[in-house]
C-alpha cells in the first residue's frame, strides 16, 4: 500500500494556479524529493501534505486514509521547517517531547522517546539548552529530534539544509541519509539543490510551475531526461544545449553543428539509438544535449566497445577543481563545458581533441523542448 | 553602544564640550517644572507667599502632603484625595488587564490565523487610534446608559478597554508579524490548538510587548480626564478628576503647596511605572523578530 498517495490535487491563489493537478505515489520507506527553482510550487505541496494549507481540488492519502480535510494534527506527520522553527522558550527537551506531550503520551514513555532521539542524533548534552544557545547546525539537529521523537507515518523535510555553511550540509546530508537507512522511514523532501536531489532520493519528482515533469529515479532522471528543463536543472555544471542540424548519412543520420569561420563539426548519431520520429526532423534545427562529463580527453578510452567520436576545439577558459578540470570551448553559436580528467595539460587558447560519448548523448525538439532521442 | 573613532583634537574636544553643556542646559529646564513642584509642596504656605519659585525650602514640611491626601476639599467634600487615587487604581488595574490581554488574542489571531478581510480588521482597528475622544463622549453615555452601567466604576473600565484595544492590538499584531509563522505550523503538527499555541508558544516571548503595552495603556487611562469627568459621579471618581476639583475648590486663601502636592500624587504611579519599566518600554518598542 502507498504511504503517501497525491490525487490530482490543485491549488488556487484567486486566479493563480499554483498546482496544476499534480498526482504522485510513494512506497512506505520511500525517499520522494521534490526539486524545482522557487516558485516551482514544491514548498506548496509540501504544505498542502502537511495540511497547513487546504487544497483546491484533489485528494491526498496517507497509509489509504483520505486525509484531505483533516487537521496537521490528524494526519501522523512530522515536519522539519527551513527555518527550524524550534519554540524559543523551551529547552531542547520540551522542544522534542512538545508533540509527545498534546497527544497526551505519558511522562515516562515522553523521556523516554526524548533520551531515544537525543541518543540517534547525539544532542543528550544540548538537552537543557534553549534554542538561542545553539549553533546552526545543532538546531538542524533538535528539528529533526523533534519530527523523530513522534515517530509519525510521513516525515517532511522542506529545505532542511539552504540555512547551514557548505561544509555542515554535505555532512547533514549524509546524516539523514544514514537515518533513512536506519529508520527506513517515508520521507518526503522539498529542495532546490539538485545535489540534495540527487544524492538522497529513491524518487525524484522534479517540478516546475505547478506541474512535476519528470518523477523517476535520480538515475532516470539524469541519464533520461524528458525535456530541456530537466536536464539543466539536474547536473552541476549543467548540461550543454549545442544548436545543431540533423542530416541523413547513409543508413543513419549525422549532426551537423555550424562553426562560423571553420569546418563544421560533424557528430554521427549512433545508429542503435535511431528512434521512429527522427525522420520528420531531418534537416531542421535540433537541440543536442551533451553533459560535461560526456567529453573526455583524446587519448581516454570509453570502454571496450565505444569509441566514440573525436571532435576538436579551441580551449578559452580552464577551470581546475581539484578532482578534475572544466574547460570551456566555443563550439558553433554556444560555449560548451566539458570535464576530462585533472592531469590534462592545457592552456587557453591551446586546441585540444576531446573524444565524444554519443552514446549518452540526448536530443530535443529545438522549438517544444522536449525529448526527441 | 559603538564608540566612534575620532582624533581628539582640540577643536573636536571643544565641540564635544559646546554639545554637553547644551544637553545639560536643556536636561536641567525639562526638570525644572518638577523641581519646583516637589520644593513647593514641601513649603509652609508662609514660605510660599516670602520666597520666590526657585528659593529652597527652609522648613521641609509634609504636612500639604498629609492634607492633600486626607483633608483637602474636591468640591463639597473635605476627604483629600486619597479615596479618589484607591478609584484610579479600581479602574485603571482591570481596564490594562482586560485590553492588554484582549490585545493580544487580536494580534495573535490577525497574523498567526489570517482570515478573509483580517487586514480589514486590522485597519479598521488601526482607525479606532485615531477617533477624538470628544466624538464619542455621547453616544458612549448612551451606551452606558443602556447597559445600566453609567457613573459607574465599571462603566469607565469598559470606556477605558474600548478605547484601548485599538492601542493593544496595534502593538500586539506588529509584535507577532515578526514572529515566523513556521512556529505556529510546528505547533500544530504537534498537535496544539489556538489557544494552546498562544498560551505555550507566543505568549513566553511576548515579555516585552506586554511591558509595552502595559506602561502605555496604565499611563493613558491613569491620566484620563476627559473620561473621567463625563462617565463618572461623585464616588467613583478618578484622581485626575479630584486633582481638578481640589485646584479649581477656593477656601479663602490659595494653598498652593497642597495642590502641589495632589499633583505629586496624582503623578506618582505613572513616575515609578516608568522607573521601574521605561527600559523595557524602548526594548519592547524596538523588538524585532524572535529567533527560534
Known sequence: MAALEIHNVRKEF????????????????????????SGCGKSTLMNAIAGLEPVTSGNIYIDGEDVTWRTPADRDIAMVFQSYALYPSMTVRQNISFGLEMRKVPKAEREQAVERVADLLQITHLLERKPAQLSGGQRQRVAMGRALAREPKVYLFDEPLSNLDAKLRVD???????????????????????????TLADCIAVMRDGNILQLGTPDEVYNNPVDMFVAGFMGSPSMNFIRATLEAAGDGYVLRIATPGEDDVLLPWPSERNVAGLVEQLDKPIILGLRPEHFSEEDVR??????????????????????????????????????????????PGERLSLRVDMARAVLFDAETEQRLA | MANVIRRQTPAARLGRGLLYGVLILAA???????????????????????GTLLSLPQNPTLEPWAKA???ACTGMRCDGIGGYFWNSFAIVIPAVLISTTIGALNGYALTKWRFKGSELVFALMLFGCFIPFQVVLL??????????????????????????????????????????????????????????IFWRILL??????????????????????????AFSAHNTQPVTVALNNLVNTSTGVREYNVD?????????????????????????????????
Request: charged content about 15%.
Open chain 2, 69 to 71: 491626601w486626607g483633608e
Open chain 2, 139 to 196: 453616544p458612549m453615555a448612551q451606551t452606558l446608559g443602556w447597559l445600566g452601567i453609567s457613573s459607574s466604576r465599571a462603566g469607565l473600565i469598559l470606556v477605558h478597554v474600548v478605547f484601548g484595544i485599538a492601542f493593544t492590538t496595534l502593538f500586539f499584531r506588529n509584535f507577532y508579524v515578526g514572529i515566523p509563522n513556521e512556529l505556529v505550523s510546528a505547533a500544530k503538527l504537534d498537535g496544539a490548538g489556538f489557544f494552546r
Open chain 1, 14 to 37: 484567486g486566479s493563480e494556479q499554483v498546482l496544476k493537478n499534480v498526482s504522485i505515489s510513494i512506497d512506505s520507506g520511500e525517499f520522494l524529493i521534490l526539486v524545482g527553482p
Open chain 1, 302 to 347: 570509453l570502454s571496450e566497445q565505444a569509441e566514440g567520436t573525436l571532435m576538436e576545439a579551441k580551449v578559452s577558459v580552464v577551470e581546475p577543481t581539484g578532482a578534475d578540470i572544466l574547460l570551456r570551448l566555443p563550439l558553433g553559436e554556444q560555449e560548451i563545458t566539458a570535464r576530462v580528467g585533472p592531469k590534462c595539460a592545457i592552456a
Open chain 2, 204 to 229: 513566553p516571548v511576548s515579555a516585552p510587548i506586554i511591558v509595552v503595552s502595559v506602561i502605555w495603556q496604565f499611563t493613558q487611562i491613569w491620566n484620563d480626564f476627559l473620561f473621567g469627568v
Open chain 2, 28 to 50: 536641567l529646564f525639562y526638570i525644572l517644572p518638577l523641581v519646583v513642584m516637589l520644593m513647593t509642596s514641601v513649603k509652609p504656605l508662609s514660605e510660599i507667599s516670602a
Open chain 1, 172 to 198: 547533514m546530508r549524509t546524516e539523514i541519509k544514514k537515518l533513512h537507512q536506519r529508520l527506513g522511514t517515508t520521507i518526503v523532501y522539498v529542495t532546490h539543490d539538485q545535489v540534495e536531489a540527487m
Open chain 2, 260 to 292: 502641589m502636592a495632589a499633583a505629586m500624587i496624582a503623578a506618582l504611579p505613572t513616575l515609578v511605572v516608568y522607573v521601574l519599566a521605561g527600559k523595557y518600554f524602548v526594548r519592547g518598542l524596538t523588538a524585532g523578530s524572535v529567533k527560534g
